[in-house]
């Protein structure tokens, strides 16, 4: 190995030469005219400048352990979670000149680690240096505070000591800090032999009675190649991370063209997929295979089938497409340990997923594989093994296959990120109210499922409508809850709908129902199994006149038509005459007037039979007061009368309402009780 120069040595040693010689190296000239004649206006002076070399200490990284690292990146960068604060950089250290080139040179490196650039002899011209920020000139006498630049036909000593100054830089120093900043990206680099760059060489040239320099050629940097990974001098065969680079690429399109399956659809697919591009790699097994060659990863990608893979290939390559997803709510984790049966006892690699019901699931893809004790699915999203929780068996095919986690795993994750659950998994679903129902729920029907939804913002006796996919439970805090019955004309020319109180253990899913809640909020989430329709239903009079109707997806009103949404609030009409709404109210719908999902609506439908107790020429209300008929009888008018029962009112049992006491023989409903009239 050379000897390392100091660079403060060489420069001290560089001035020293200058100093001594008074520029020697600076060209002399043919000059008849010092005063600005026409002639000295041609005059040209270059002074050239050395090439410099470095060969660094060893730092003690082999080139194979970088390329490693750099691959492993390569992964962790297209997740978006690459460390790459692990220390101070060096580039804080650096400032000027030196700062520009260790960028520039760090953006070209970066790009000879991916394979996007093969050369490692890396030039910046003037006009590159320009751009980056450095001052090249021209520059007068004054500009660089000497006397004269060219005297006497020569380049002047002190005009190249100013000169020097603006355009130094210490090409050790900056090679020693991208090493430090950049081991991974520098894995190609022979760090055993000597290094070069070149410095830019000046320019005088007379013009408008006076000389000016500037800086004229390149600054060129060359690193060597190690031999392992060069194809030719100063270049690099880029084949290796091109690969990588493909495999990754490989990934995200799995990932992209799984992404409208469920999670648990996606996670069956991965698995699949990554099986259908790999075969256990028996003869690496037996060889003894440590852990943490993330080659590993990219031979289950790159599309080889020669580059077969073993436990930590599958296991990782798993975890590497659940971590591309994006999942929110769902955790994939790499348990290292010992495994009894399966492709055999000895040191095992398989994943732990967390699934977004809170609970553990195992999943060894390498036993799912074709020919294994667990394919296709035995051994994944497995549960209720027998045993300890950091000990336990499965029983496949009547045999057993025992996993136990190794001391760093258990330090690693905990006793709880590692217990699995003892049943099974079942998706959970959280409904977004800002998109379509059905849609969401469209891939799980007839599917068991967890649903997450609440209805927050109310206030307890005030109504609402409830449309609902699937059966819910009813539970005695809910409130009260009503079916549609119809809708009449009374007497006195007001228009009712008649609501009667649901007294079932279950609402039917997909059917429109009205809830008096009890209180602030009222909680539908829980496990449900899906009809194998899910679309919002509806119930109809038997005059089919009217229709109570369940929305699954936003309905906007472009029009006034014949739809009446449920007032929540006080308020005026749609019908232009300012008329008042009151809150619980079924008000005829304007333009812009909106529904969110889960929600419902009443609807005249003009196609239906003659309407009882009006003609067809009658027009349509603006509002429509609700009548809530309880289980045993009673009647509660909301909307119009907020306050409770009626006071001496009498109703058909359909919820007409009479202008006196009738005199027809019958049932009715007065003060709230059923009243027989003989």
């Known amino acids: 190995m050379k000897k390392k120069t100091n660079p403060n040595q060489s420069l001290l040693a560089f001035a020293t030469m200058l100093l001594l010689l008074q520029c020697p190296a600076a060209p002399a000239i043919a000059q008849t005219n010092t005063d600005g004649a026409a002639e000295a206006a041609k005059n040209v002076i270059t002074v050239q400048s050395e090439t410099q070399a470095v060969t660094l200490p060893d730092n003690g990284l082999c080139n194979e352990d970088l390329l490693k690292g750099y691959v492993q990146q390569l992964f962790d960068e297209s997740l978006g979670r690459a460390d790459k604060a692990r220390h101070k950089s060096a580039k804080e250290n650096l400032s000027g000149n030196d700062l520009i080139l260790y960028q520039a040179l760090k953006d070209e490196i970066e790009k000879i680690a991916k394979g996007e650039r093969t050369s490692t ?19 007068t006498a004054a500009d660089l505070g000497v006397s004269d630049i060219v005297k006497d036909g020569q380049y002047t000593s002190e005009a190249y000591s100013a000169v020097s100054k603006k355009l130094s830089f210490d090409g050790s ?10 081991p991974y990206e520098l894995y190609w680099y022979e760090k055993t032999a000597q290094s070069s760059w070149t410095y830019l060489n000046y320019s005088a040239s007379y013009s408008d009675d006076e000389w000016k320099t500037e800086a004229v050629g390149e600054i060129k940097f060359s690193f060597p190649v190690a031999t392992e990974y060069s194809s030719a001098d100063y270049t690099v065969n880029s084949g290796l991370i091109a690969s990588v680079n493909s495999s990754i690429d490989n990934a995200k399109a799995i990932v992209e063209g799984n992404k409208d399956k469920t999670l648990l659809e996606r996670l ?13 790699n028996s003869a690496a097994a037996a060889g003894g295979v440590a ?29 590497y497409l659940c971590d591309l997803s994006g999942f929110s709510d769902v955790e994939c984790i790499i348990a290292t340990g010992t495994m009894v049966g399966g492709t055999g006892a000895g040191g095992h690699m398989w994943n732990i997923i967390r699934m977004d019901d809170g609970n553990n699931y195992l999943v060894d893809v390498t036993n799912c594989d074709a020919g294994t004790i667990g394919a296709d699915t035995e051994l994944f999203m497995a549960y209720g093994p027998t045993g300890t929780w950091d000990n336990y068996t499965f029983t496949v095919k009547s045999q057993n296959i025992t996993y136990i986690y190794d001391d760093k795993t258990k330090r690693s994750f905990g006793q709880a990120a590692l217990t699995l659950s003892t049943s099974g998994y079942t998706s959970t679903i959280t409904l977004d109210l800002a998109g379509d129902i059905a849609t969401q729920l469209e891939a799980y029907k007839g599917q068991t499922v967890n649903i997450g939804f609440e209805r927050t913002g109310l206030t307890a006796s005030s ?34 709908a008649t609501m009667t109180e649901f007294t079932g253990e279950y609402l039917t899913a997909n059917t429109p ?3 008096v809640p009890s209180g602030a909020s009222v909680d539908f989430s829980g496990t449900y199994t899906l009809p194998a329709s899910v679309s919002a239903g509806s119930t109809t009079t038997g005059d089919s006149k009217w229709t109570f109707k369940g929305v699954y997806a936003k309905k906007t009103w472009t029009a006034a038509g014949n739809d009446y949404g449920f007032a929540a609030n006080d308020g005026t009409s749609a019908d232009g005459k300012g008329t008042a709404v009151k809150a619980g109210d079924f008000v005829r719908v304007g333009s812009g007037a909106s529904l969110d999902p889960l929600r419902c609506f009443l609807t005249y439908n003009t196609g239906g039979g003659a309407r009882k107790k009006a003609s067809p020429a009658d027009p349509l209300p603006n509002s429509i007061r609700v009548l809530l008929v309880s289980s045993k009888g009673s009647v509660t008018s909301i909307g119009e009368i907020k306050t409770g029962s009626e006071d001496d009112v009498w109703y058909t049992l359909d919820g007409r309402k009479l202008t006196g006491q009738p005199t027809k023989n019958g049932l009715y409903i007065n003060n709230g009780k ?5």
């Open 463 to 496: 109504p609402i409508t409830i449309c609902l996919p699937y059966a819910y439970k009813v539970k005695a805090s809910d409130g009260k809850y009503y079916t549609f019955t119809g809708v009449s004309k009374g007497d006195d020319d007001k228009w009712t």
């Open 173 to 182: 120093r900056i090679i020693s800090a991208l090493l430090a900043d950049c």
């Open 291 to 319: 852990y943490g060659n993330p080659w590993q990863l990219v031979w289950v990608f790159d599309g080889n089938p020669e580059t077969n893979v073993v436990c930590e290939g599958y296991s990782k390559a798993f975890k």
């Open 121 to 139: 002899e890396i030039s910046f011209s003037v006009s590159d240096l320009k751009v980056l920020g450095m001052d090249t000139g021209p520059w």
């Open 268 to 280: 069956e697919a991965y698995r699949a997929k990554i099986c259908e591009l790999v075969s256990y």
């Open 674 to 678: 059923k009243v027989i009239v003989k």
């Open 513 to 515: 129902y009205l809830l």
